[in-house]
């Protein structure tokens, strides 16, 4: 019989499709013994509970949004009750939110911080993304696995052509809505770009007209509002200042998961800036894993989740100080060959750690080792439970032979 395993889903963005989606179905697809089912933002009781749990051998799940809050102290309770591995997956800092985040008044209004916190502490394992998230995460939980993020390199959308023959170089940063003050590290460079090079465009990815800052409660989901208000008009300030030439700007809407490598697909440049603080330590290399994905060179922060994969001046370059990210622009805006040999190394050394392939590997095998380890259990727990019983028998036949011998 196969392991089965039913994955409580409650994101259906960047979180849900990187650490369950994909990996899962995947997994599904290629290993005769694991059996998937997903269960898709579905509300929790009691009953349902129960039913997910004793139909499953292992139960995961993530997040503390949507239907999550409610879900997991049900999900949590019936693992033990049953017997169940419970497994948590987690990919950011989600417990300490900075105030400059945008999710900031939403989690501190709605108690999110608190319910990862019991989450990570009531769940039997808890998987992320990177050692250093791990090292953090064991503040609450010791059994902590690392599963990178990873991605299919010969999925149709990473693999399209190039569909604009216009003679622009395109320079990218793709990105959410949580990357204020990482963009100001990089302040001006659109601009700038615009300005010096004829043959370049600056394009920025990710633009999404929900409202992040501080809403009402209960008015969630969050309003759509294309005004002032919307942060990525800070992203365009920050960029590109006041009146810029908006005819070599592109402003890429965000698109549904499945689809979001087209917001790569006429990208020569990728920029990662990324800011160093508490919160940021705890993120992965995800862009870095995306970029490659395109072989498309990326110029990105000097910190610890690009400094573990990029040789600078090989694969793509380190920023160090701020006057390096024009230096690096100008260097492979000018080298058609050197973009080219850094994106292919790039995907090279990328592929051989966060493939789809390698990464399903290590998390097929730590099901089999959850399973195992719930089965020895299981049995040491019957045998106790048999011990046991036969004591009391012993104990009940050696009364009534005394009993009969005191007669």
Not at 128 to 141: D, I, K, P, Q
Not at 240 to 262: A, D, H, M, S
Request: charged share 25%; proline share 4%; aromatic share 10%.
């Amino acid at each position: 019989m196969p392991i089965k395993v039913n994955i409580l889903q409650y994101s259906g963005g960047g979180k849900g499709y990187y650490r369950l989606s994909q990996p899962y179905e995947y997994i599904n697809k290629h290993y005769s013994d694991i059996d998937v089912t997903f269960f898709k933002n579905m509300p929790i009781n009691n009953d349902t509970a129960t039913d997910l749990v004793t139909s499953s051998d292992i139960i995961v799940t993530h997040g503390a949004v949507k239907e999550a809050p409610k879900a997991l102290p049900n999900i949590l309770r019936e693992c033990k009750r049953f017997g169940k591995v419970s497994v948590y997956d987690i990919d950011d800092k989600d417990w300490e939110v900075p105030p400059e985040n945008p999710i900031y008044h939403i989690f501190k209004q709605e108690g999110l911080e608190e319910m990862y916190r019991q989450a990570l502490l009531a769940a039997d394992v808890v998987t992320t993304t990177t050692s250093r998230l791990a090292n953090l995460v064991r503040e609450f939980n010791q059994n902590v696995e690392v599963l990178p993020n990873a991605i299919d390199y010969d999925y149709y959308y990473w693999n399209l052509p190039k569909d604009k023959n216009d003679g622009y170089l395109r320079v990218s940063i793709i990105c959410g809505s949580s990357h204020l003050y990482d963009l100001k590290l990089i302040e001006g460079i659109g601009k700038w770009l615009i300005d010096t090079f004829d043959n370049v465009k600056f394009v920025l990815g990710g633009y999404d007209s929900k409202i992040l800052g501080n809403p009402v409660r209960g008015t969630r989901p969050l309003a759509y509002d294309d005004s002032p208000n919307n942060i990525w008009y800070a992203y365009k300030e920050i960029l590109f200042g006041q009146n810029p030439n908006w005819e070599k700007i592109e402003i890429l809407r965000t698109q549904p998961v499945e689809i979001y490598p087209i917001l790569y697909r006429n990208s020569d440049i990728v920029l990662a800036p990324l800011r160093h603080n508490k919160f940021n330590a705890a993120k992965s290399n995800l862009k870095l894993i995306e970029a490659s994905a395109r072989g498309i060179p990326v110029i990105a922060s000097d910190i610890w989740q690009y400094r573990e994969d990029i040789s600078s001046g090989w694969n793509s370059y380190l920023v160090r100080s701020n006057n390096e990210w024009k230096t690096f622009l100008t260097k492979l805006i000018n080298d058609k060959e050197l973009r080219l040999r850094m994106g292919q190394e790039l995907q090279k050394k990328m592929k051989e750690k966060y493939s789809i392939e390698v990464v399903s590997e290590t998390r097929a095998n730590l099901i089999r080792k959850l399973y195992n380890r719930t089965k020895r259990n299981t049995i040491q727990d019957e045998k106790i439970m048999d011990d046991a019983l036969r004591h009391k028998i012993l104990e009940q036949t050696f009364k009534k032979t005394g009993e009969n011998n005191g007669k």
